[in-house]
């Protein structure tokens, strides 16, 4: 059980913001929430994590619900290669990651 | 190496013939972790090793699944007698306890998998 809902597909243009939504209703206080996404035929890659408060870094920003029930990946500015399968996870730092089908991502040209 | 090595990159199999599957981690990296993805769907955890000890099994799906990590490095997956819905990507994974480190050294390191069609 992924314990986290995320809309199975997106789209958005190149160039523009995206913003991938992630429900975790269920988190715990310890719980981290973690981002991963998978390129085609790659294994999934560590995007970003938090736990409270937002987060920034070079790949992408983490918005968190003041509730801590949802939260949302933004890409400043999407590009082809951002065309991904994005997974939204909650767990520890050191459990082990449970993946749910996540989102997948599709950039217009 | 600089990420986790995973060998072969595609195996076929004929049903019924046993299976070995490598994966060496990043040097220095306690934990591993194995998943098996079908098509279409989210990575599926098996197994988790920290160092040689095998921590948790419960994603092994029958007992013709085995892995091993003697010496607490390479590890290796083992399925006996395969059938064609064992046909998927395995991914191997591996991450230091804590996540030492920020962007983009946290977090566990995946390979490319290991693709295996069973025929």
């Known amino acids: 059980d992924a314990k986290t809902t995320q809309p199975n597909s997106m789209e958005s243009n190149e160039e523009e913001p995206v913003h991938l939504p992630c429900n975790h209703s269920t988190i715990s206080g310890t719980d981290y929430i973690h981002w991963y996404r998978q390129l085609p035929s790659q294994g999934p890659e560590y995007v970003i994590h938090g736990l409270t408060s937002n987060v920034n870094n070079r790949m992408a920003s983490l918005a968190i619900a003041e509730d801590r029930k949802s939260s949302t990946l933004i890409l400043h500015r999407a590009t082809l290669r951002d065309a991904a399968v994005y997974y939204c996870i909650r767990g520890n730092r050191d459990d082990k990651i449970i993946f749910g089908k996540g989102t997948r991502l599709h950039i217009l040209p | 190496g600089a990420g986790v090595s995973q060998s072969p990159r595609y195996k076929v199999a004929k049903r019924g013939q046993d299976v070995a599957l490598r994966c060496d981690p990043i040097?220095?990296?306690?934990?591993l972790f194995w998943y098996q993805q079908a098509l279409g769907q989210g990575p599926e955890f098996l197994t988790y090793?920290?160092?040689?000890?095998?921590?948790?099994k419960s994603g092994l799906p029958s007992d013709r699944f085995f892995a091993e990590r003697p010496e607490g490095s390479v590890s290796t997956l083992k399925i006996q007698r395969t059938q064609q819905e064992d046909s998927a990507v395995y991914l191997c994974a591996s991450s230091s306890p804590g996540g030492a480190g920020e962007y983009p050294n946290y977090g566990y390191t995946f390979g490319s998998g290991t693709r295996l069609t069973v025929v």
């Open positions: 090793f920290q160092n040689e000890a095998q921590l948790d």
């Open positions: 040097s220095g990296h306690v934990s």
